[in-house]
């Protein structure tokens, strides 16, 4: 089974490499980008009928830092 | 609006980060994980109405390096 997780900094984190992509696209010429934020997602091939709570073992003890960092996930 | 762009490697791409993270998972005694990719996420805020040959453009231009990644991207 495949799953993807996403992992993107929480809100009130500050997000310096969104912040520098917001800048690189106004130099570039587009408009109207008010707010990017950059986050990470990791596609797993796991075993097949992998619990759901394995997975968020996975995602609490190593994909995220759950400090900073909020995550979810979804079977694909 | 608010637009997720999703940039992964292309298949056949060597991808040291997502192998790091496999080797991990078996280190800390997870099991049946047979691959992993690792991506980026960018979550964009951008003025209603923005075409998608704008976001095109800016996928193209900026976000992802073509020739090895490739993108989606959908509005959410």
Redesign the interface.
């Known amino acids: 089974m495949k799953v993807r997780v ?1 992992v ?1 900094l929480k809100a009130g984190v500050l997000d310096p490499q ?1 912040e520098a ?1 917001r800048h ?2 106004g130099a ?1 010429g ?18 097949d009928g ?1 619990p759901d709570s ?1 997975i968020t ?2 995602c609490e ?3 995220a830092n759950t400090v900073i960092e909020s995550y979810r996930f979804e079977t694909v």
Chains 1, 2 share one sequence.
């Not at 587009?30 to 075993?47: N, P, T, Y």
Request: hydrophobic share 50%; proline share 0%.
């Open positions: 996403h993107m969104g992509v690189a696209l570039l587009f408009e109207g980008v008010s707010g990017v934020r950059q986050g990470k997602v990791i596609e797993l091939d796991l075993a992998t394995t073992e996975m003890k190593l994909l």
